[in-house]
C-alpha cells in the first residue's frame, strides 16, 4: 500500500508558479498511477492530472499548457509544476494513488496541500 503526502502549496500572486511535491510511502510506488485532484470551498472535488506508471501523462482541460506532472520513481515522488496560475485555481490539492490507472478509482489519498492565488 502506498501512502502518499502532499506539500508545496502556498500563497502566490496571480501569474505565479507553484510545485506540489507528493511523496508516496510504502513499498510498489512504480507500478502506482498518481493523480492530482483538487477541491475549492463549496465546490466538487474535480480531477487535475495523472501520470501513469510508464509516465504517459493526461490533464484536465483547465490546468493545460499551465501545470506540468512528472516523476521521480527513484525518490518515489511526483510533481505538479503550476504556472500561469490563476485567483480560480485556488483550491486544496490532493495527491492520490492506485494502481487501475483510473483518476476516479479507489486509491489512497493524501491530506492535500492548500493553495490560494491572490489577484
Known amino acids: 500500500q502506498v501512502q502518499p503526502v502532499e506539500s508545496g502549496g502556498g500563497l502566490v500572486e496571480a501569474g505565479g508558479s507553484l510545485r506540489l511535491p507528493c511523496v508516496a510511502s510504502?513499498?510498489?510506488?512504480?507500478?502506482?498511477?498518481i493523480h492530482w485532484h483538487r477541491q475549492a470551498p463549496g465546490k466538487q472535488r474535480e480531477w487535475v492530472a495523472t501520470?501513469?506508471?510508464?509516465?504517459?501523462?493526461n490533464y484536465a482541460a483547465f490546468v493545460k499548457g499551465r501545470f506540468t506532472i512528472s516523476r521521480d520513481n527513484a525518490k518515489n515522488t511526483v510533481y505538479l509544476l503550476m504556472n500561469s496560475l490563476k485567483p480560480e485555481d485556488t483550491a486544496r490539492y490532493y495527491c492520490?494513488?492506485?494502481?487501475?490507472?483510473?483518476?476516479w478509482g479507489p486509491g489512497s489519498w493524501g491530506q492535500g496541500t492548500q493553495v490560494t492565488v491572490s489577484s
Open positions: 492520490k494513488t492506485n494502481t487501475d490507472g483510473s483518476p
Open positions: 510504502g513499498s510498489g510506488f512504480n507500478i502506482n498511477a
Open positions: 501520470i501513469g506508471t510508464g509516465g504517459i501523462t
